[in-house]
């Protein structure tokens, strides 16, 4: 440890998984809908379609197992958090994304957060949430309100 004071830490949980495995769900829908293709007139087509079914299938085991983990914790440091066991330093942040309840650390070099930073508060989300603009706060990190690109 650098010296921090790690004494608090709060409950967090992956973020509700419904919007995302709407969106992946729809295209399997909608692919397994069209009367089968013939592989010896589309070949192409079948294949492709074949593997665009197999991707989703696998993105939604991917979100299914990412909502499932158990709660974790985040520990609050002077200069750092320790997320799911992870230390990011206050510089290495770019930015902090809060889209009503979930959370998102934006890390330097990065356009997308990272499955491993995006949580949501499971208990006192309002002083979870003071917390964290108090530490962006005192570490000059830009908070920013709105939606934001995640990895499944």
């Known amino acids: 440890m650098t010296g921090d004071s ?12 419904f919007k995302a495995l709407i969106g992946v769900l729809i295209p399997i829908i909608i692919l397994a809908l069209p009367p089968n293709l013939d592989p010896d007139r589309h070949f192409y087509l079948y294949y492709i379609r ?28 002077t200069d750092s958090l320790i997320i799911r066991k992870e230390r990011i330093s206050a510089s290495g942040i ?33 002083a979870g949430r003071k917390r964290l603009m108090n530490w962006a706060e005192e570490n000059e990190i830009r908070l920013k309100y709105k939606r934001f690109v995640r990895w499944l």
Do not use: H
């Open 6 to 17: 790690l004494a608090i830490t709060d409950r967090i949980k992956a973020p509700n998984p």
């Open 50 to 77: 074949l593997v665009w079914i197999g991707l989703s299938i696998a993105a939604c085991l991917f979100i299914l197992i990412n909502a499932l983990r158990k709660e974790r914790q985040l520990q609050w440091g």
């Open 94 to 126: 770019k930015a902090i994304y809060i889209d009503g309840p979930i959370v998102g650390i934006l890390p330097d070099g990065k356009r997308i957060v990272p499955v491993n930073l995006c949580f949501r508060f499971t208990e006192d989300t309002a």
